[in-house]
């Protein structure tokens, strides 16, 4: 069989390349190729992808997206900000795929956050208006939150919820277990800059504001073994030299820590989803020094939490045991971050700076994730209907669980947060 595999661009108002791959396709392109079936994988978010202009480089492989500046869509109208699509613009798209004029059985479409559907939008009516005749799958994380939301807004035949099951009834073709799914195939990268893969899949943990549950409800992950001959071919063949991953709950796969005893020499390793202070002790963080993981990243998420404290997650206590597993093995202050969630509905303004000033005493870099209310979760049933029903509003850089009042205090604590990890590169 024939497929089309499609990341849509991004339409946000801010979108930087932070090690950001379509991972779910990744995986299935190399399921597909290896079962025979002709795969046709185009990522728009690909920042090196041919004829497309190239822009301002980062580390490790990360780096500014080409964008276009977009008429805001009417529930953003009244924001003061530039509303942009990230990536590969539809025109070109198009373009392309009559150039290619190959024809496909299936069209499988994926889709990231709720906010960024108007990108998903228009890539579906584009293909649809191609390739009229072609089936389109939908899958991804806004697919699986908000299935009604796409019915009314995306053009597609097929939708799929949470994972590859669905996706196999459909196609007819067996998809293994995750233990045995293939490497993500990265061949239709001209130069990837680096290689996201993932030891394991779900999550142990059940916090209120994530919607994982729902994405995955299991815990599966990788050998050691398999993950070490993947990242030998990446180094190799490709020289692929930041391996990223993308584990939810990265201290919990035994196939990484068993990695770690033993790691690809000359790679460096991103851990950028952050690491389960309970799960961090002596052993690890001097696995990982001698691993090359850098700037390893402690999760924090939600420290003081008064008024709330079912969302409490970790002590004070239990972060500084942690970093002091990091600093024991040699991390030096700066070498390490945390992050700790902010714009949480009702959290205390005072107790997150506090928490903030807390977490840069132990020598972290402290990285405030913005909340970002996912449909189906708890945290989320206490915002207003309306809010809930545009997912344009989710979007994290409106701060749209946060009073006004407390909006421009959660700015300045930002601006404390970025002063304080400035004072790590004047060392
Ligand atoms: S630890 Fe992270 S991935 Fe797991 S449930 Fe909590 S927020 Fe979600």
Redesign the pocket.
Known sequence: MRFLLINPPITDFACYDYFMKPLGLLYLTGILRERGHFVRLIDSMDRKFPDLAQMKEGSYGRGEFYSLYLEKPAPLRNIPRNYKLYGLPPDQLEELLIEENQNYDYIILTSGMTYWYQGLKETSQLLKKIYPDTPIILGGIYATLLPDHASKNISFDYLVRGGFKGLEKLIGIKIPSFSNWPAPDYSDYEEPGYAVVRSSRG?????P??G??MIFPGFDFKEAVFLREKIRVFKDTRSIENIVFYD??LLASPGFKDYLKDPVLGVKIHTP??L?PEKLDPETGELFRRAGVIDPCV?A?ILSAAGEKSMQKHSQDLIERSISSLRSAGYRPGEYSTYIIGGLPNQDMNLLEHDVRFLHETGARVRIAEYSPVPGTSTASVLPKELMEEPLLHNNSLYPALKKADIIRFQNIKKIASTLNGRFNQK
């Open positions: 999550c142990k943990n059940s916090c504001f994530c994982i549950k939810d709950d989803n952050g389960d999760s998420d």
